[in-house]
């Protein structure tokens, strides 16, 4: 059986990756909690605001930074762990943010235009692409800190993933846009000359100064100038992670199901990643019907219905019932048999081991899970 040996073992970072909807999130903790398991000291790091991580690790609150699940609570789960240790951590998108113009600001004058401008509490929060840029700012800072012998990333659904993954080198991209670059430092110069040089000769302004005010504008206009001195600490920072991502050190997963549409979603991202020369590990296939459905007597079914005092009719509906339930789930393993068998042949010969996970009887949702979960990864 193939597995994840490779990744849990000798991988320092994991990104886990993915349409919506297909068990990304506990996929991505059961890994991490397998490795706990296996002696390594592990963060699972996500992005997902909905808190089913913490949830299902019995951790309380938001935990934007490191959070340590208590060995007490695997001892009460009856979980062995051994010399490993598993935290887990929710992404606080302005706090990232406030450390990254702390740490690429050129002065303090810089950082107190930015910070103190209204318009940056919006941008740190609804900029477009700074939760994906974000995500990336701390998953490297935590690479960079040592304290962990692996970090999985728990990242959004697949347009979002591919937007996490290239957000560094976007980012700086806008920032030295030669025209973006000319027509700022126009504006910014123009902006602390004052308002009366624009009034009278600047049309734009005009218009600006009717719509939006010519006060606000200008704060947009030296907030964005401010921002721009900081292109040099994104950009090196943005080669640091790119290679960070592109290292023997770092594996993606992908996971995804037997679903037609996540399929397809997977199988795109396959080749995306591919074509961005990141190392993907892992195909994981999850909740994929077995044909594990028994054999029906219909016959003796029904009489035992009805020697147990069931009505004859309603015994016969039960029993009929009964077959066409267990017809479903062999259809349903067919379904997805074929589908699997696709998923193989795309991969092949050069892609990575499509690993499947079943249905499980209910829902993971605490440690228990995770851990079966994770040793169903694993091939234990």
């Not at 890994?31 to 909905?50: C, I, K, Q, S």
């Not at 027509?183 to 009366?196: D, E, H, K, P, T």
């Not at 080669?239 to 037609?260: C, G, N, P, Q, Y």
């Amino acid at each position: 059986m193939t597995t994840l040996n490779t990744c849990l073992d000798e991988r320092r970072v994991v990104v886990v990756v993915g349409p919506g909807g297909v068990g990304k999130t506990t996929t991505a903790a059961a890994m991490a909690m397998e490795a706990a398991r296996r002696g390594r000291n592990v963060l699972v790091l996500t992005v997902d605001p909905a808190r089913r991580l913490m949830n299902s690790l019995g951790l309380d609150g938001a935990a934007s930074t490191p959070t340590r699940v208590p060995p007490a609570a695997f001892a009460a789960a009856q979980i062995p762990l051994g010399s490993g240790a598993l935290h887990a951590m929710m992404l606080d998108v302005q706090q990232t943010f406030d450390s990254v113009v702390q740490r690429h600001a050129p002065d303090e004058g810089v950082r107190r235009r930015i910070m103190d401008n209204p318009f940056y509490a919006e941008a740190s929060t609804s900029l477009a692409g700074s939760q994906e840029y974000m995500a990336m700012e701390a998953l490297y800072a935590l690479d960079q800190t040592d304290e962990f012998d692996l970090i999985v990333l728990d990242t959004p659904p697949t347009a979002h993933a591919l937007d996490f993954i290239t957000a560094p080198d976007r980012l700086t991209e806008f920032l030295q846009v030669g025209s973006f670059k000319l027509v700022l430092s126009g504006f910014a110069r123009a902006s602390r000359l004052g308002l009366g040089l624009f009034q009278f000769d600047n049309a734009l302004l005009e218009v600006m100064n009717r719509f939006i005010g010519a006060e606000v504008f200008l704060r947009l206009v030296d907030f964005v100038d401010a921002f721009q001195e900081m292109y040099d600490g994104f950009q090196s920072r943005a080669h640091k992670v790119t290679s960070m991502l592109r290292s023997d050190e770092t594996a993606f997963a992908i996971v995804s199901s037997t679903r037609s549409v996540a399929m397809r979603e997977g199988l795109f991202l396959y080749e995306r990643l591919r074509a961005l020369d990141l190392n993907v590990e892992a195909f994981i296939a999850n909740r994929v019907a077995l044909d594990q459905a028994p054999t029906v007597d219909i016959a003796r079914l029904e009489a035992a219905l009805v020697e147990a005092e069931t009505p004859e009719a309603l015994a016969q509906e039960l029993a009929l019932g009964a077959e066409r339930a267990v017809e479903r789930a062999r259809a349903d393993a067919r379904v997805d048999q074929e589908r699997l068998t696709i998923i193989e042949r795309t991969l092949a010969p050069e892609g990575p081991p499509l690993l499947t996970v079943p249905r499980f009887e209910r829902d993971i949702c605490d440690l228990q899970g995770l851990a079966t979960y994770g040793a169903r990864l694993a091939g234990v």
